[in-house]
Every structure is written in structure tokens, then in C-alpha cells.
């Protein structure tokens, strides 16, 4: 029997739902899931019939962020969450907007905010349903996590989740953790221009996978790629202060980052940056600067 999925959109910008649509395997995926309705893809039900009249659903999707007075065919979309999360059996966030607020929560639109959470601070709009949240954040959300989370959903295998509803198998670990540029990481070897296949990015442009939960580099995107690999620094999508300001600084406090990677104190990471500086590593630095 099909799984039934309700795809709906609070404050949205439709990333997500064009992101899905790269998952490599919608075939497959459509012979297990069905929707009940989808900004994009066709489904059983216009957007209309759903928020008008209640229909039997297994997961209900929360693309976007939500607000008090923001509506979907008329319909309040705080309401319509309220009618379906009684009775469906597990609520996904799509995207760092439906589990922070994202780039949404300053909009003009009256308390906006995740699901459950206002960045890091907790909201009780949908307190009652939390236990039933599961948050699959990033901008867009990653097509293979979402699908792989709802495939174990399905399959009700118990899902370890983090502080943020974020299932540990995806989220237990950075950005930075796979990362190809880890050698210069390492040996503070530094890439000044954008798209070039060596040197570290955190140091000069803001690159924030030592500090940003995701699967990127291990999962890649379109079984390919991922930013850092691009050449991108990792901009930290899948935290609840994403977006911050000046995407690609690093800010520095007397030429140290500011943040530091996760869980390294600040007088060990000065003294291993003194060592590592320290040391020429020609093999490195010589593939950097070739013209």
C-alpha cells in the first residue's frame, strides 16, 4: 500500500519542491509514496480541496515558514496545519525555513517562524504535534535526505534525532566532516578565488562546514557534487541562523575566525594553528598557486 504524502507551503520560495524533483530515483519513489497534493508535481487534490476539506493522509509535508496571518486559497495556514497534524502519523519540515524561519522569519507577516522554532529558540504554536515533528533542514533541502527520511518513516525504523528534530543519521555530523579540501583545512593552506579545485575556504571566505550539521560531502547532490567540492564555501544552510550577514567573510578577531569548528577550544585550536602554520608544505602549496 502507497504511503500518502500532503505537500503544503507556508512562506516559500518553491527551492524545495524544485529540489526534490532532482531525487534520481522518482520512480521508484512514486511506486511506494503517493500525494494527496504537491505544489508541482500532479496530485489527487487541488491545493483548494485541501485546505477546504480534511483528507486521509500518512505524513504531512511543511514547506516554508509559517505566520499568523498568512494564507493559503484562503485559508489561514496555521489552520490547516492545526486540521492535519491530529491525525497524521509524522510531520516533516522541508527546509531551514519550515524548521527556523530561514530567510522568511523578518517578513512582515505577523510571529514567522519555523514549525518549532524561531532560529534556536523554541515556539509553542505546535507544541502539542512536536513529538511528531521530524526536521529536515538545509536550502533546499537535500531530495536524498528527505527521501531517505521518509522511506524510514514509512518503514518505521526509529530515527535518533538531534536538539532541532534533525535525524542523527544525516545530521550528526558537519558539512566539513568528507570534505576533499580537508588537507588544506589542515595545514591553514587558503583558496583565494572561487571555483578552484584546491585550498581552504574557511579562513578568507566565510566557508562554515566546520560548524554546520549536514551530509553534503557525503551524500552528494545529484550523486555528483557538493559546494565545497564546487568550489563554494558551505554557507551553512541547514543552521537556524542561516542566512547570516556577509555570506562569504570570515570574520576575525585579531586574524583568528571568530567560530571555531565544533567543540574545539579556543587556546588548543591557537596553539595546533601556531604548529600547522608553522609548516611548508610544498606538495600543497605548489598545485595552489600554479598557473
Not at 509514496?33 to 500532479?42: A, K, L, R, W
Request: charged share 25%; aromatic share 12%; proline share 5%.
Amino acid at each position: 500500500m502507497k504511503t500518502k504524502l500532503l505537500w503544503i507551503q507556508g512562506l516559500a520560495c518553491n527551492g524545495n519542491a524544485h529540489s526534490f524533483l532532482n531525487y534520481p530515483h522518482m520512480e521508484q519513489f512514486l511506486e511506494d509514496f503517493t500525494f494527496v497534493h504537491h505544489p508541482i508535481i500532479d496530485a489527487s487534490k487541488t491545493l483548494s480541496e485541501i485546505v477546504k476539506t480534511y483528507h486521509e493522509t500518512d505524513i504531512l509535508l511543511i514547506e516554508g515558514a509559517v505566520a499568523e496571518d498568512f494564507n493559503r486559497a484562503g485559508e489561514e495556514i496555521i489552520a490547516v496545519i492545526e486540521r492535519y497534524a491530529p491525525n497524521v502519523k509524522k510531520i516533516v519540515t522541508v527546509g531551514s525555513c519550515a524548521t527556523f524561519g530561514g530567510v522568511f522569519k523578518e517578513s512582515p507577516y505577523a510571529n514567522s517562524s519555523g514549525v518549532l522554532f524561531h532560529e534556536e529558540t523554541p515556539v509553542k504554536r505546535f507544541e502539542a504535534f512536536k513529538e511528531k515533528v521530524v526536521s529536515v533542514s538545509g536550502c533546499p533541502v537535500h531530495p536524498d535526505v528527505l527521501v531517505n527520511t521518509l522511506y524510514m518513516l514509512r518503514e518505521e525504523i526509529a530515527l535518533r534525532l538531534d536538539t532541532f528534530h534533525r535525524p542523527k543519521e544525516f545530521f550528526a555530523y558537519t558539512v566539513h566532516n568528507g570534505c576533499t579540501r580537508n588537507e588544506y583545512f589542515e595545514y591553514k593552506v587558503d583558496n583565494h578565488r572561487f571555483g578552484e579545485k584546491e585550498g581552504c575556504m574557511f579562513y578568507d571566505h566565510g566557508c562554515q562546514a566546520p560548524f554546520t550539521h549536514g551530509s553534503c560531502n557525503k551524500i552528494l547532490w545529484n550523486e555528483v557534487n557538493s559546494k565545497t567540492r564546487a568550489g563554494q564555501p558551505c554557507m551553512g544552510c541547514t543552521e537556524p541562523h542561516f542566512p547570516r550577514p556577509n555570506l562569504f567573510v570570515t570574520k576575525k578577531n585579531m586574524g583568528i575566525p571568530q567560530y571555531l569548528p565544533f567543540d574545539v577550544p579556543k587556546r588548543a585550536y591557537l596553539t595546533l594553528s601556531g604548529v600547522t602554520k608553522a609548516f611548508k608544505i610544498s606538495r600543497l602549496e605548489k598545485r595552489l598557486f600554479d598557473v
